[in-house]
């Protein structure tokens, strides 16, 4: 079943790196990974402002998304950038709903949802977070907090859309801590949302979608997690910014 779903490997860059770190990276790290692009897309986040020194420096199938756009279009919005704005640049995909964004810059599901909407009808494809916090996870909520963020976004768009977006199911708890769920913790909500998709939209788009697993990925736990029936790939934080990335998308490559 899930030979169907082309697989996915994102780096999240998040706010790190100085450009002449993120050059190298794309020099050494990047430029030096050979995957099937027909099977495997590989996508990488960094900030906005090194977008166009690192689209020009990449010399292979690796792609580039935005961590963030705007619930504006354009027009007098002091410091935001429209999702027209990333398109604009030769950019396809972006990152929406982040658990950061959720909790350090007050993104709730319902902002999450509109932004996800003005990102599809510009043209972009989008990576949308959802997962749960510890407190939630402890007290039984994991489905229900998940379910929440999914039918937020799944409210504002349309079944043709599915085909362009990509669910990352990062559980809080696990990003940034090392402590990474277990194939079985992680493989047991994928499918839960995999279910949920038939029930809110239908098997066809539950089938096709993508879900994508982030926390705590590394080059060492991405091969076990991989082998899950309804894990698609994975949102890379820390270790994309590492060699062992090489090995995260190897082991996808491979799969
Ligand atoms: P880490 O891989 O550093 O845990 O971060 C995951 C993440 O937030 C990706 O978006």
Redesign the pocket.
């Known amino acids: 079943m899930q030979s169907t779903r082309k697989l996915f490997v994102?780096g999240?860059w998040?706010c790190n790196t100085t450009l002449e770190k993120s050059v190298n990276l794309v020099e050494t790290l990047l430029n030096s990974l050979s995957f099937n692009s027909a099977k495997l897309d590989v996508v990488i986040a960094p900030i906005f402002i090194h977008i166009p020194a690192l689209k020009s420096g990449i010399k292979n199938a690796v792609q580039i998304a935005a961590q963030n756009c705007s619930l504006t279009s354009q027009g007098a919005y002091t410091g935001e950038i429209a999702a027209d704005q990333i398109k604009d640049i030769g950019i396809d995909w972006v990152?929406l709903g982040?658990?950061?964004r959720r909790s350090y810059f007050g993104e709730d599901s319902e902002l999450v949802g509109k932004k996800v909407k003005i990102a599809l009808a510009t043209g972009l494809k989008v990576i949308a977070?959802i997962g749960e916090k510890l407190e939630e996870r402890e007290a039984g909520n994991t489905f229900d907090v998940v379910k929440n963020q999914l039918t937020a976004i799944n409210k504002e768009v349309s079944h043709e859309d599915w085909k362009n977006i990509v669910i990352?199911y990062?559980p809080v708890w696990?990003?940034?801590?090392?402590k990474?769920a277990t194939p079985e913790q992680a493989q047991e909500v994928h499918e839960y949302i995999r279910k949920l998709m038939v029930e809110i939209n239908n098997s066809e788009i539950a089938e096709n979608v993508r879900i994508i697993y982030?926390?705590?990925?590394?080059g060492k736990n991405s091969s076990e997690l991989i082998g899950k029936e309804d894990i698609d790939g994975f949102?890379?934080?820390?270790?994309?910014l590492k060699p062992e990335f090489a090995d995260i998308v190897k082991s996808c490559d491979s799969n």
């Open positions: 994102g999240n998040k990152i982040h658990s950061e977070c990352a990062e696990a990003i940034g801590t090392g990474v982030g926390g705590s990925v590394n949102l890379v934080g820390g270790a994309s």
